[in-house]
């Protein structure tokens, strides 16, 4: 206790010994090298950092998760040292190194096998069972799942482009989007989808899958790794519109064809690889069914033994089919629309931020642009303090052609940051049928006066843009469902497109719109050239940044 007081007050005087130097900053990455020679960064490993001559007790950092420390540092001579060595596949690393810090600028020291001290390991833990490191091995291998209704999170099983998820995810659909980085994103099939075992299998362009490391499943072994209750689990997910990441649960329960866990699975995480501490696949995240909905903080893993099943149904379907088309598909804008630009543009619109419309025989169509979004939002916040204040609302008229603006249904967390792109909005409209304006008519000859009674048109089927000749793709064709009543439901479109995607520079913008009552008929438009100037308007300060 004597000693670690004494270095701790001459670090206490050392730190103060010189007030006046700036600090620079040493940015440190540790990577060791795989048997396939890929880098693996380090995480948690410990390093002591000391100024030379030592005048003070080494510092301790310790790396992220992605084998980064930064450590701010006074100018002079500094030793990097590990602390223990890293094993990894083996054999044992460790570091020492020597770093000169300049005045005013920051330096780099890249820790790997070619600087490290290698041995061949003894009993240390090696690397690759630190639960930590599952995250880093792995999160390239786990992929984004986009369907119309929903997303979701999959993973890289085989060399040929197979993707296992969870079928209740998946739901229906026959495509889904694979976005394998936020640059790459590709059409997938379904090749099996069984709702019983709650699994699904994917299938992209083995040529798109190729950087990408499979996830072993472990199927032809013999027997599995044991899952018992009070067992530590992993799983790492795609978050909806968020860096991908690693979550760990307890086991609770164990049934024959599911685990019961309390991971705690961000939006649209579901349908990614589930770990044991020591890198063994156990199964796929899931969601509880809605029997098992009141059970809040419980999570349902699919058993590995379902999803070896289901993939070995879809590896015999795969053999007689045609791989999918690998053309790389639109993403999102990497770079946000910063909020003082949107606050800035929201306030020149105040008193006009409804959608800019346009109609056809069957739809009611609404483009809607971030700064509108926002506009609209922070005027409804606006009436609900007025509301808690006290205050009468003074623009129910105008929230209420705002709507289309604020309640976007099942992709409302998506649009709940303001992403940068021009959203399009297909609504069917509402009609009274012809027997219903009749018997309207005949109560009214009686003395009774009764409200229109209306029903929405044919459903979207889809709908196609157009800037000049060229099709434009969109980057999601979204759907929404606007619950009509318990057992009715009726569904929009909500399309996604890059900023730039129509303009000015178009030309003629049509829309061809097709009902699901006429699928093969389609609906051509004509945007307003006045509607094209406002949106490219109100992307400008994005473009001018």
């Given at each position: 206790?004597?000693?670690?007081l ?8 050392s ?6 130097q ?12 795989d ?27 310790v ?5 980064t420390?930064?450590?701010?540092l006074?100018?002079?001579n500094?030793t ?13 690393y ?14 780099a ?5 070619d ?9 240390a ?9 599952l ?17 979701a999170?999959g ?14 995810v ?9 976005q ?7 059409a ?9 075992r ?13 950087s990408?490391?499979?996830v ?17 689990l ?6 909806l ?11 609770s ?13 961000a ?15 156990v ?23 379902d ?15 045609a791989?999918?088309?690998?053309t ?26 409804s ?5 056809s025989?069957?739809f ?11 506009g ?19 623009r129910?008229?105008e ?24 959203l ?8 009274e049928g012809?027997?219903t ?5 005949a ?13 929405f048109?044919?459903?979207?089927s ?9 099709e434009?793709?969109?980057?999601h ?18 399309y ?27 609906d ?18 994005y473009?001018?940044?």
């Open positions: 206790m004597l000693r670690a004494l270095f701790a007050t001459l670090f206490f005087f730190s103060r010994a010189a007030p006046g700036a600090l620079s900053v040493l940015h440190i990455k540790v990577v060791v090298v048997a396939e020679r890929k880098a693996t960064p380090v995480p948690r490993h410990v390093l002591l950092v000391s100024d030379n001559p030592a005048s003070a007790p080494p510092r301790q950092i790396t992220a998760l992605d084998g420390a930064d450590v701010r006074r100018p002079g500094y990097v040292e590990s602390d223990r060595p890293v094993v990894f596949h083996g054999r044992a460790q570091w020492t190194q020597m770093v000169d810090i300049v005045a005013g600028r920051d330096a020291l890249e820790l790997t096998a600087n490290a001290e290698v041995e061949p390991a003894t009993s833990t090696p690397l690759e069972a630190d639960p930590s490191f995250l880093t091995q792995w999160q390239d291998s786990v992929v984004a799942l986009w369907t119309p209704s929903t997303h999170s993973f890289l099983i085989d060399a040929n482009g197979l993707i296992a998820t969870n079928q209740r998946i739901g229906t659909a026959t495509s889904v989007e694979v394998l980085s936020p640059a790459v994103k590709v997938a099939s379904v090749l099996a989808a069984d709702p019983v709650d699994v699904a299998v994917l299938w992209i362009d083995p040529k798109v899958a190729a990408v490391r499979p072993p499943l472990g199927c032809a072994q013999a027997s599995k790794p044991p899952v018992v209750d009070g067992q530590e992993f799983t790492i997910g795609a978050p519109r968020e860096q991908k990441g690693m979550t760990s649960g307890t086991v329960r164990v049934e024959s064809h599911a685990i019961v866990s309390d991971f705690r699975l939006s649209g995480s579901a349908g990614g690889p589930v770990f044991t501490a020591g890198g063994s696949v199964g796929i995240t899931s969601i509880m069914d809605e029997k098992n909905e009141s059970r809040r903080g419980a999570s349902r893993v699919v058993r590995i033994d999803v070896c099943d289901v993939v070995a149904s879809a590896e015999k379907k795969m053999k007689d089919a791989p999918p088309d690998g790389h598909l639109p993403v999102e804008p990497v770079r946000p629309f910063p909020m003082t630009a949107l606050k800035d543009a929201a306030q020149r619109r105040v008193g006009s931020l959608p800019y419309q346009m109609s025989s069957d009611d169509v609404a483009f809607m642009t971030p700064v509108l979004i926002y609209a939002q922070h005027q409804s916040e606006q009436e609900r303090g007025r509301a808690r204040r006290g205050v009468p609302r003074t129910d008229a929230l209420a052609v705002m709507r289309p603006l604020m309640d976007f249904g099942n992709w409302s967390e998506y649009v709940a940051d303001f992403p940068p792109v021009l399009i909005r297909v609504t069917p409209k509402l009609v012809f027997w304006t009749v018997a309207r008519g109560a009214r000859t009686q003395g009774v006066s009764l409200p229109p009674i209306k029903h048109k044919s459903g979207l889809r709908m196609r843009v157009f800037c000049g000749d060229a434009v793709t969109p980057i064709p979204f759907k929404l469902e606007q619950r009509v009543s318990v057992s009715d439901a009726i569904y929009e479109g909500l996604v497109l890059d900023p730039g995607a129509l303009g000015p520079h178009c030309g003629p913008v049509k829309l061809v719109l097709y009902s699901e009552k006429e699928p093969a008929k389609g051509t438009r004509l945007v307003d050239p006045r509607v094209l100037q406002q949106i490219w308007q109100d992307f400008a300060p473009r001018e940044l």
